[in-house]
């Protein structure tokens, strides 16, 4: 069946530095992939996704790129802020359901 | 409102009581799905609705659970004869068709005793 697997946490940066979280997924067909945040006493939000390989999701300075032959999805910010602090879940969507990663804390400090 | 909405936010059932956990989606959206976040983890489907119909009741975990849309808005998921491993956070989403963005709700958190 479908499965993501996310980058484990929490993970811990500066404030401006580069930020990568690792996602790579298994698949049937041709899912669409997508970035969810969870700020703290929020509920989960969109930031980015993609629909087909190659596609690259852009929002708030992030972004992922859709890579088929590498079955990933990593995110990306090139300087991240600390109202970034959250927990960021990868996920995939094959027929209508989501399927998620298990979410990975993020701290950034001052 | 804007966003789809659930209540109650925070339940608190003993071991063995029945809960009901009420979603209101989005107006106008035809899909609704409900997912289960135990602590620390990601969301995992539970079941999803087209209308009124359930179109996929596969993520419920046991015969305990039962999900009914019946006018194809609000929805309820009942859990029956509550267990402590029932203790999660309960999300709603909705999407205005299928294949498209889901919109959550806040989440109902669910505490069995």
């Known amino acids: 069946g479908n499965s993501v697997t996310q980058m484990e946490g929490p993970v811990t940066l500066s404030e401006e530095a580069f930020l990568t979280i690792n996602c790579t997924y298994t698949?049937?067909?041709?899912?669409?992939l997508f970035w969810y945040v969870q700020y703290p006493g929020e509920g989960l939000q969109l930031l980015l996704k993609?629909?087909?390989?190659?596609d690259k999701g852009s929002n708030k300075g992030f972004e992922a790129t859709y890579r088929k032959e590498t079955t990933s999805f990593h995110l990306e910010k090139g300087s991240v802020q600390v109202s970034d602090s959250a927990v960021y879940f990868c996920?995939?969507?094959?027929?209508?359901?989501?399927?998620f990663g298990q979410g990975t804390r993020l701290t950034i400090n001052p | 409102g804007a966003g789809v909405s659930q209540s109650p936010r925070y339940k608190v059932a003993k071991r063995g009581q029945d809960v009901a956990l009420r979603c209101d989606p989005i107006?106008?959206?035809?899909?609704l799905f409900w997912y289960q976040q135990a602590l620390g983890q990601g969301p995992e489907f539970l079941t999803y609705?087209?209308?009124?119909?359930?179109?996929?009741k596969s993520g419920l975990p046991s015969d305990r659970f039962f999900a009914e849309r019946p006018e194809g808005s609000v929805s309820t998921l009942k859990i029956q004869r509550t267990q402590q491993e029932d203790s999660a956070v309960y999300l709603c989403?909705?999407?205005?068709?299928?294949?498209?963005?889901?919109?959550f709700g806040p989440g109902t958190r669910l505490t069995v005793l």
């Open positions: 989403a909705s999407s205005s068709s299928s294949g498209t963005q889901q919109f």
């Open positions: 698949a049937t067909g041709y899912p669409s």
């Open positions: 993609a629909t087909k390989a190659d």
């Open positions: 996920a995939l969507q094959g027929a209508q359901k989501l399927v």
């Open positions: 107006s106008g959206h035809v899909s």
């Open positions: 609705f087209q209308n009124e119909a359930q179109l996929d």
